[in-house]
């Protein structure tokens, strides 16, 4: 419970806070009051940290008087809200993002400026919170920016963890993780709330017992808790004065440690309760390959939710509010099947704490959560098993039996006999192991259930969960995912951003599908020529950031192909490595000259789970083909390889708005949709791609004339699959595939050892799960499409304004639309 005792009287204590003036002075006048009261040191005497955390209280303290506001505005209001659950946020750099959405970017360069200071230099000072993996992470943070712009009142619920995704680095080509420390300098963007922490409780049993009312009720005893400790960050609308909040739970014991065991000298003891409670919120994904891995990743996953609807519940609605009601003010979406727990959660809460009956509490709990699913990958689909699930959480599994139970009473009813068929709906599955299958209760408990882009939302209801959409045809929709254009294009690319709002004006930052107004600027030779300069800017803004950053050059000139994603076979990076491989061989074995090459240069930015060694070994030979292609003098100048260390969201800024062509090269049916596609389409890079996820969309609306489509398409794949593929005889039959791997094979990228990459080279020729080596012959027949078309650069350069100017649909703004129409049913607050 917030708020003072009585009903405040003085006039003061309900007048929104002031903030500080829009004005150069007022900026400098703040700034160095901060750098004074807040650091401790004057300017003279500041370091570029002190300078960097005093430039960030400046622009939170004018954003919050809005963020104040905005909760009062929201409270009053009593309105729905999104509840947005995610185990990850990959929210990038926060200072650069509130710069634009208060406006402040030209009067901080202003002021610094006059205090002899550079805003660059402050905002480089910052670090990352790298609080996810990849795009489901960066997903999350783009719709928290856009419900803000779009002023939907939203709390966005996950972990703040205290090392997010490891900092990569290279070792003789091999990626080693280092812990990301991105706390170590503090961070101005948190707002910690000790007082507010919510328990968590673990382990323990349960027991039946008789009510005051003669019901036969159940409780929960468990065995140990930890303490969530809530911490804010500002979520701020762009220009409109809306901030909503984003908010993290760290784990803290509820027990700091045993003063009896200290003093009686055992020190590590005395305080093993805390380091084992802290570990809850230590890293982002622990590394899971061992039991006590995954029963960490778990035990992650309900203290959040557990924290989360605690919170909601106990703090952001009013006193006495009837949760029977629970559905007119909150949706959470389930972003994954990890937050999927809190659907048993909200039951024991309803029916343990709050006395409801089951099937009202059942009412309730449906009609407050909706799934997203990301992937089609069944390892991807997370089973929890059952033995690990009632150790940990005994009542949650109970109840997850009972739905279970009801459910399948339910799948019995509509198909009377089809014993298989409730089988295989059970959310419990029997193989390897009993477990409950999240995907499953999500889908049974969700209002809807979506998939990320047109032709995923379609095989999830066809092939992953088929039984389902049948029983339930009217529960699954599609939303296509999308990207925030403020932080994507107008921050990112802020001479191209100039050019579009000097041109169309400025109302397609909030209003992506404007940029359509483009289109007839596609031809004007004028025009073309002001966008290639950008694109040259973008380059050598590239270049420096990288030679300083890694100590790589890039060559002018260069067609710059980028492949920026998670390291994952399906998405396979290797197919672009042996394009890579297949044009040195070409060029070494004289079957090409050198001259003939497209000056390329190929950018790889990607990161492997610490446990997935097939994605560590192709890490390993990119670099080494890297190394080799790059100091073979025969190939200087025409084609070069890097791959920058550490790709985050801080470098994807840069790298994106570079590019010329982007790698989107799935095996079509793997990817649910991508979200880097979009971004660099939008930046006015061509896609070379497969017919999959969102390239389809893409595609459509840019015109085949303007993406480079290859590959085998999902029905073709599908038909592939079931007469079994056998990978080796594309091997036997294409030269040119069977140069390239041979020259793998023969050791020339590990100075003659013919071992190294053998797991990889083997993988490829016996197994190829992702048909790598099927689509190899179509791929590199698109990419001389690529160059043919990069040599007449007016042709190119129009394809690449159509990009820009035809993908409008991909604002996140679109996608929150679309959620709001077909999943959430809540208001704007305008
Ligand atoms: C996952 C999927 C992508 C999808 C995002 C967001 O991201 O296809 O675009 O979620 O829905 F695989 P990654 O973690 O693979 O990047």
């Not at 007022?26 to 005497?45: I, K, Y």
């Not at 090392?163 to 993780?177: K, P, S």
């Not at 159509?802 to 996608?815: E, I, M, P, Q, Y």
Request: with cysteine; aromatic share 10%; glycine share 6%.
């Amino acid at each position: 419970t917030y708020g003072p005792a009585s009903t405040p009287t003085h006039p003061l204590a309900t007048a929104p806070v002031s903030s500080p003036a829009h004005s150069v002075d007022g900026f400098v006048r703040e700034f160095l009051h901060e750098l004074n009261t807040n650091q401790g040191v004057t300017l003279s005497l500041s370091s570029v940290n002190d300078q960097y955390l005093a430039l960030a209280s400046t622009v939170k303290n004018y954003l919050m008087a809005r963020w104040l506001e905005t909760n009062r505005k929201t409270r009053d209001a009593k309105v729905k809200a999104v509840g947005y659950l995610s185990a990850e946020y990959l929210l990038g750099r926060q200072l650069g993002n509130a710069l634009l959405a208060t406006d402040l970017g030209e009067i901080a360069h202003k002021g610094l400026e006059l205090c002899g200071l550079d805003l660059a230099t402050l905002r480089s000072q910052e670090v990352e919170p790298g609080l996810g993996n990849g795009g489901l992470g960066r997903l999350a943070a783009c719709f928290i920016d856009s419900l803000a712009t779009m002023d939907v009142p939203c709390i966005g619920y996950g972990i703040r963890y205290e090392y997010g995704i490891f900092r990569q680095t290279f070792v003789d080509g091999r990626q080693v993780e280092q812990p990301d420390t991105w706390l170590s300098l503090g961070s101005p963007w948190e707002f910690p709330h000790p007082e507010a922490s919510v328990q968590v409780d673990f382990g323990g049993h349960t027991e039946k017992y008789t009510d005051d009312d003669g019901r036969e009720r159940t409780r929960w005893v468990p065995a140990w808790n930890v303490l969530g400790v809530p911490y804010n960050y500002m979520v701020p609308g762009y220009l409109n004065g809306r901030v909503n909040t984003l908010r993290l739970w760290s784990a803290q014991a509820t027990k700091a440690f045993d003063l009896g065991i200290f003093n009686a000298g055992d020190y590590a003891q005395a305080v093993r309760a805390q380091t084992f409670a802290e570990n809850i919120s230590k890293v982002l994904y622990p590394e899971d390959s061992t039991p006590q891995g995954k029963e960490l990743r778990l035990q992650q996953q309900y203290f959040f939710v557990a924290c989360s609807l605690r919170d909601f519940i106990n703090n952001e609605l009013e006193e006495g509010f009837d949760l029977h009601n629970l559905s007119d003010r909150i949706i959470f979406q389930l972003n994954d099947t990890h937050p999927v727990i809190a659907v048993p959660e909200l039951m024991r809460i309803l029916v343990d704490e709050q006395g409801f009956e089951w099937d009202e509490a059942w009412e309730v709990t449906k009609s407050c959560f909706a799934y997203t699913c990301h992937t089609l990958l069944p390892e991807a689909l997370e089973v929890w098993s059952t033995e690990l699930l009632g150790r940990l959480l005994p009542r949650h599994l109970e109840i997850i039996f009972q739905i279970n139970d009801e459910f399948l009473a339910e799948v019995r009813a509509t198909y009377p006999g089809d014993e298989i068929r409730a089988r295989r709906m059970s959310m419990i599955a029997e193989h390897p192991e009993r477990g409950v299958r999240m995907a499953y209760l999500a889908t049974v408990a969700g209002t809807k259930v979506n998939g990320v882009a047109a032709l995923h939302s379609q095989l999830l209801r066809d092939k992953v969960l088929p039984d389902f959409s049948q029983l339930w045809p009217e529960k699954f929709t599609n939303v296509t995912n999308g990207v925030t254009p403020r932080r994507f294009v107008k921050m990112a690319n802020p001479h191209l951003s100039d050019l579009i709002s000097d041109t169309i004006g400025n109302g397609w930052v909030t209003d992506l599908e404007r940029l359509r107004e483009l289109e007839p600027y596609a031809d004007d030779p004028e025009f073309q020529d002001k966008f290639r300069e950008i694109k040259a800017w973008n380059k050598r803004r590239l270049t420096s950031l990288l030679e300083a950053r890694d100590g790589i050059v890039l060559p002018d000139g260069h067609l710059l192909d980028v492949m920026v994603k998670r390291l994952h076979e399906y998405k396979r990076q290797s197919l672009k490595l042996l394009h890579i491989i297949s044009l040195y061989e070409q060029v070494v074995s004289g079957k090409i000259a050198a001259s003939d090459l497209t000056p390329r240069t190929v950018v790889f930015g990607a990161k492997a789970a610490p446990g997935y060694k097939m994605a560590k070994d192709t890490i390993h030979l990119i670099n080494k083909v890297a190394e080799k292609v790059n100091n073979d003098p025969v190939l200087e100048g025409r084609l070069k390889v890097a791959f920058p260390a550490n790709y985050n969201v801080t470098l994807a800024e840069k790298l994106i708005p570079a590019a010329d062509l982007s790698e989107q090269i799935s095996l079509a049916g793997m990817e649910a949709s991508g979200t880097g596609n979009m971004k660099f389409a939008l930046n006015g890079a061509l896609t070379i791609g497969t017919d999959d996820g969102a390239n389809v969309e893409i595609r459509e609306l840019v015109g085949d004339k303007h993406f480079f489509l290859f590959g085998m398409d999902e029905p073709a794949v599908a038909e592939l699959g079931a007469k079994g593929y056998n990978p080796i005889t594309y091997y036997e039959s294409q030269p040119q595939l069977r140069a390239a791997l041979d020259m793998v094979m023969n050791g020339a990228f590990s100075d003659g050892d013919q071992d190294m990459f053998g797991s990889v080279v083997h993988n490829l020729l016996h197994q190829d799960r992702f048909m790598a080596l099927a689509d190899f012959e179509s791929y590199v027949a698109a990419q001389a499409k690529v160059e043919e078309k990069y040599a007449d650069q007016a042709a190119w350069t129009r394809s690449s304004i159509l990009n820009v100017a035809r993908t409008g649909f991909f604002s996140s703004d679109r996608s929150m639309r679309d959620y709001i129409q077909r999943i959430w049913h809540t208001q704007p607050m305008i």
